[in-house]
């Protein structure tokens, strides 16, 4: 157990860190009432209501529908609208496009052939091979030997 020197010490130590914390707020101090000013008959409320504009009121007294209406024509007025989307890149080449089906529809249909257990003759399967070996060597070969810009990240302004 500590001892109560220990938890004076402490609160003391607490109490001085807390009293010298920053820099404290210099607050001027409100006018006592001697000093307020007296209102003159010119000053007194009249009993008609004045007539506020909706803008005038502070904006959760003010009509839902014009708010609504008001911010709905600020929305649109800077709702972003992007441009149209580019069209899908097609081929340059019916070559290129049947290497590109090697890549991707050979594996599928020996997949498919594989889970379905169909016989088909080897040739087939040979054929399939070689779509997709040469679907690759092909686009390997056509690849652009010079490295791209290194700055280049593809985004478009």
């Not at 607050?27 to 009249?46: F, I, K, R, V």
């Not at 590109?100 to 052939?113: E, H, K, N, Y």
């Not at 290194?150 to 302004?157: F, L, T, V």
């Amino acid at each position: 157990m500590s001892r109560p020197e220990d938890e004076s010490r402490t609160e003391l130590a607490w109490r001085e860190i807390v009293e010298n914390f920053g820099e404290r707020a210099v607050l001027d101090d409100p006018p006592s009432s001697s000093e307020a000013p007296a209102t003159t008959s010119d000053d007194a409320p009249s009993d008609a209501p004045a007539t506020l504009s909706p803008t005038d009121l502070p904006e959760h007294l003010r009509d839902d529908d014009e708010v609504e209406r008001r911010e709905q024509a600020i929305a649109e007025a800077e709702r972003f609208k992007p441009p149209p989307a580019p069209p899908l890149p097609v081929p340059r080449t019916w070559e290129r496009g049947l290497a590109w089906a090697g890549i991707f529809v050979a594996p599928v249909i020996a997949l498919v052939i594989g889970l379905l257990s169909i016989y088909v003759h080897p040739l087939v399967g040979w054929a399939l091979v070689g779509w997709f070996v040469g679907g690759f060597a092909y686009l390997v070969f056509v690849m652009p030997k010079a490295p791209r810009d290194p700055w280049d990240d593809g985004s478009r302004i």
